[in-house]
Antibody, heavy 120, light 108 residues
Framework: EVQLVESGGVVVQPGGSLRLSCAASGFNFHDYTIHWVRQPPGKGLEWVSLFSWDGDSTYYADSVKGRFTISRDNSKNSVYLQMNRLRPEDTALYYC?????????????WGQGTLVTVSS | SSELTQDPAVSVALGQTVRITCQGDSLRSYYPSWYQQKPGQAPVLVFYGKNNRPSGIPDRFSGSRLGNTASLTITGAQAEDEADYYCNSRDSSGNHFTFGGGSKLTVL
């Protein structure tokens, strides 16, 4: 069974930093691209970033480019999101998600999310 | 443009058919994926590609695409289909993804 468990969400002040983690199990982690998607309270989904399966590529939404960094550790079946210079508009539930585990080129499995609140 | 546009709210009478639409330039190049999200839950993939449903998704869910507009159709909507629905696609670069703003489906 595919499982994704996010952690690291807390309340942080504007301008602060935070690192989110996503622990994966139930599939060959190193073979798949992993995404971060966020959802502000009461609002819609926003794609944030991806780390390609081959380790060659990372991509970011314009709203976080230059502030957020995605990384992965295949030895720990984990992906991370380093978030710097946080803004109130970064407040959201952050999901990690797989691409292509059962559906090629498609975001298919999702974790339950971890809540980040940026507030003074 | 990398934006996907959805109607914010859609309603359907129980047992009737409803179409949820998604519009955007990237849909001319990529088929969208569709996700259902119920309150307090993570999104669930319900339709993808030209004509594909993941295992366990009822066959009342179907999809189509014409030009820059894609649709998710629920034929014979059930009370449990009441949820938010999101379309998703790669953008024109193929390296970024984008979600529509979501459609809140109410089953009357």
């Amino acid at each position: 069974e595919v499982q994704l468990v996010e952690s690291g969400g807390v309340v942080v002040q504007p301008g602060g930093s935070l690192r989110l983690s996503c622990a994966a199990s139930g599939f060959n982690f190193h073979d798949y691209t992993i995404h971060w998607v966020r959802q502000p309270p009461g609002k819609g989904l926003e794609w944030v970033s991806l780390f390609s399966w081959d380790g060659d590529s990372t991509y970011y939404a314009d709203s976080v480019k230059g502030r957020f960094t995605i990384s992965r550790d295949n030895s720990k079946n984990s992906v991370y999101l380093q978030m710097n210079r946080l803004r109130p508009e970064d407040t959201a539930l952050y999901y990690c998600a797989t691409e292509g585990v059962v559906v090629p080129a498609t975001i298919d499995y999702w974790g339950q999310g971890t809540l980040v609140t940026v507030s003074s | 443009s990398s934006e996907l546009t959805q109607d914010p709210a859609v309603s359907v009478a129980l047992g009737q058919t409803v179409r949820i639409t998604c519009q955007g330039d990237s849909l001319r190049s990529y088929y969208p994926s569709w996700y259902q999200q119920k309150p307090g839950q993570a999104p669930v993939l319900v339709f993808y590609g030209k004509n594909n449903r993941p295992s366990g998704i009822p066959d009342r869910f179907s999809g189509s695409r014409l030009g820059n507009t894609a649709s998710l159709t629920i034929t014979g909507a059930q009370a449990e289909d009441e949820a938010d629905y999101y379309c998703n696609s790669r953008d024109s670069s193929g390296n970024h993804f984008t979600f529509g703003g979501g459609s809140k489906l109410t089953v009357l």
